[in-house]
């Protein structure tokens, strides 16, 4: 398996959490593919394993595991990271753009509740 990254970022007002979990699969990734479970949830369990690191070495992958949160009263009001107009978008971007990561061109997002494993 790839060695793990752990990036804390600042989360903005609405968040508890902005982690952003990176392995590198291959030394130039065509494409980062970002994965996050959703509801609060860590998508970094999910690159470190050993299935999903042999896809993003077959097909020129980083991958990325994207873990947001937001106090449990307001997770699925017009308040949380839910909506990237509260911060999530802009704090995501600013970061991929310096990323270690990055020469990159594009990005994948799957946010689901069951990723397969």
Not at 47 to 60: C, F, H, P, V, Y
Not at 73 to 85: E, L, M, P
Request: charged share 20%; proline share 6%; glycine share 12%.
């Amino acid at each position: 398996l790839a060695p793990y990254h752990l990036i804390r970022l600042e989360p903005a007002a609405v968040m508890t959490r902005v982690d952003l979990d990176y392995v590198k699969t291959v030394p130039a990734p065509k494409v980062i593919l970002m994965i996050g479970r959703g509801d609060s949830g860590k998508g970094g369990g999910i690159i470190r394993n050993e299935k999903w690191q042999a896809l993003a070495r077959a097909n020129s992958l980083g991958l990325v595991g994207i873990s947001y949160a937001s106090a449990p009263g307001v997770i699925h009001g017009g308040d949380s990271y839910y909506h990237a107009a509260k911060g999530s978008g802009q704090i995501l971007e600013k970061e991929i753009r310096k990323s270690p990561l990055v020469s990159m061109r594009s990005a994948f997002c799957w946010d689901r509740q069951r990723i397969p494993t």
